[in-house]
């Protein structure tokens, strides 16, 4: 029985200690405020082990839920956009919506599938080009603090790569908290939800709803699901959308945004490492959940340590974090060689940064790359 426990808990550590810098990055990124932050995370950390314990519990299989980590990505690079956060929450709101729909409406699941993976990869990758780079960008200003950070990644992406990035990332924010003074703990930061009131615009919903849903979408419930089944666990599609996606909206009044399937953190639970016997191993999930629920704990004084350091050095250790994620999406963007073109132009316009209109660059890449894709094919055939 401490199999899966000790798995359940490894997975939710790995998981929350590689995403954790994104994510803070993210909301502050969309000017949330350190109160906004701290209730973000809070709800999100509760809501997704509450929904880890329950679906796991109630199917027997080790359905782990967490945050949308390259939706968190995408985040960052929508933060350049300065809607404002009650903007962002609007557009999280309309994602826990589409998400319920995809649940409730098999077609819309299907439609998003047929997007070609390469090009959600690729818009992915593009986006958050500019993150992986900034850790080679603060190099020069703070080498004492991402050289070793860089050279701990290399050597466990060697040896033991699935601690590449949570130990590096831990090992970032170490260093990090020796370089700047420690603020006196805010007590706004202890444990609390704040309201967020959403507010609607086009900006908002092909800035932040609709790239947010394509990437969470592609990049966690898809892959969450095909990674289930290589270990013989068909997910309840239709529960975990509807459930992940109500908790979505739910959570977006607390500045919140998209909760989905785990992919990594999936595999870690579902593998035999877990336990041998497949029936069992949903109390891997359980324990991670719980942990979950533990983590919430301190999610005021993370939002008081990262408010303290250069934005900088925070986007460093994101950019370290995401290397996992880029190398993954420009792996997927890159192995159709008739679709590496409509991938080509989607990073290129996705790295640009380029914004029309208001909209960002993550809705114009992924609709380069559909017009791209369309138009090459239509060619062929």
Known sequence: MRAPILAGFVASITGTAAS??????????????????????LFMLIAYG???????????????????????????????????????????????????????????????????????????????????????????????VILPVLAIWLLLYRF????????????????????????????SLLPHLELVTPEFSVSGLF??????????????????????KTFGFEVPFRAALVSTGAATVAGSFFGGFALNLAAISAALNANEHAHKDPKKRWIASVSGGVLYLLLALVAGPAVGFVSAVPRELILAAAGVALFPTIVSAFTSATEEPKLRLAAIIT???GASGVAVAGIGAAFWALLAGVIVWFVTTTRDA
């Open 347 to 349: 990073f290129l316009v």
């Open 160 to 187: 033991a790569p699935i601690w590449a990035a949570p130990v590096a990332v831990t090992l970032a924010f170490a260093l990090i908290a020796f370089s700047v003074k420690i603020p006196t703990f805010d007590v």
């Open 50 to 144: 509450a929904l880890s314990i329950i679906l796991s519990t109630y199917f027997k299989m080790p359905i782990s839920i967490v945050w949308s980590t390259p939706g968190a990505a995408m985040l960052v690079a929508a933060g350049g956009l300065k809607l404002g956060f009650a903007t962002a929450v609007g557009g999280f709101l309309v994602t826990g919506l589409l998400l319920v729909l995809t649940g409730l409406w098999p077609a819309l699941g299907r439609f998003v599938s047929s997007i070609p993976k390469p090009i959600a990869s690729a818009m992915l990758a593009g986006v958050i080009f500019s993150f992986c780079a900034a850790p080679f960008q603060s190099l020069v200003a703070y080498p004492l």
């Open 20 to 41: 954790i810098g994104v994510v803070l990055a993210a909301l502050t990124g969309l000017q949330a405020t350190k109160g906004q932050t701290a209730s973000a995370i």
């Open 207 to 228: 800035s932040i709803a609709l790239p947010l849903y394509f990437v969470t979408m592609a990049g966690q419930n898809i892959p969450g699901v095909a990674i289930m």
